[in-house]
C-alpha cells in the first residue's frame, strides 16, 4: 500500500510540478478546441493520453523498450507543435476530427511517457511491485491532468461567457501560445 501512495504522488508531481510545463502545455494545446460542456470528451482524451504514457512506462520498466533521451527531450515539444498547428484545422463539427483527436492523444501520450521512462525504470524495477507502482503512478497522473484539464475549461468557459471572447478567438489563441512556447523548447533541445 505504501508502494502505491509513493507512486500516486510521483504521478501526480509528474503532471503538477512547475518542471512539468511541457505535459501542461500539451494538455493546454489538446483541450484547446472544447468547452466546459464538453467536459466528457476532454476525460477520453486525458484518459486516452495517460494509456499511452502507461503503455510506454510498463514497455520501458520490462526493457521492451527505449529511447535516447535527448530524442525524446526533443519530441515532446513537437508533439505540442504538431497539437496547437492541428487545432487550426479542427472544426468541431466533423466527428472524424475528434476521433483523430483520441488517436494523437493516445499516441502523443506515449512520447510523453519516454520523457519520465528512465527515471521511473530503474526505481520500479528495484521494486517486488511494480504493477501496483505503475497503478499508483498512473492514477496519479490522470488525476492530475484531470485537475489541469478543470482548470483550462473552467478559464474558456469564463473567458468566452464573461468576457465575450469568441470560441475560435480561444482556440486560436491559446494553440498560439502552446505553438510559440513548443517551439521555444524544441529549438533548444535539437538534438
Known sequence: M???VFYFKLGWQHIISADALDHQLFMLALTAIYLLNDWKK???LVTAFTVGHSLTLAFSVYN????NNIWVEFLIPCTIIITSIYNFFQNNKQPKGLQINYFLALFFGLIHGLGFANTIRFML???QTIGWGLLGFNVGLEIGQIVIVALILIAS???ITYLKLQKNWWKYGISVITFTWAVKFALERIP
Do not use: E, G, P, S
Not at 521492451?64 to 529511447?67: D, G, R, S, V
Open 42 to 44: 476532454v476525460l477520453l
Open 2 to 4: 505504501n508502494d502505491l
Open 157 to 159: 468557459y469564463l473567458c
Open 64 to 67: 521492451i523498450l527505449h529511447i
Open 125 to 127: 524495477a528495484k521494486n
